[in-house]
């Protein structure tokens, strides 16, 4: 499955991602990209407050209220998890 496959570790677990997807989704939030949306979307997470340097941070939920930091070093890993999502 494609949240397992990104080599982020544990932090998903299927029926957690799938409740949050359903809430986002109810909200009318997007929970996919184009497939030509990777530069933008870089250009923004590098901009954003929590990346530190080239260190890109993200909070990421490991259970229903239970949010930890995920420190991502190497672009290529969230690469393939967005390739993953727009395949």
């Not at 809430?23 to 250009?43: K, R």
């Not at 929590?50 to 939920?61: Q, Y």
């Not at 490991?62 to 727009?86: C, H, K, M, W």
Request: overall charge positive.
């Amino acid at each position: 499955d494609a949240q397992e496959s990104r080599g982020l570790g544990d932090v998903y677990k299927r029926q957690v991602v799938d409740r949050h997807r359903r809430i986002l989704e109810s909200l009318t939030l997007p929970t996919t990209y184009g497939a030509d949306a990777w530069e933008h979307l870089l250009t923004t997470m590098k901009r954003d407050k929590k990346a530190r340097g080239s260190m890109l941070r993200f909070v990421v939920l490991r259970d229903v209220g239970q949010p930890t930091i995920l420190n991502v070093p190497d672009t290529s890993v969230l690469f393939t998890a967005y390739q993953e999502l727009t395949a």
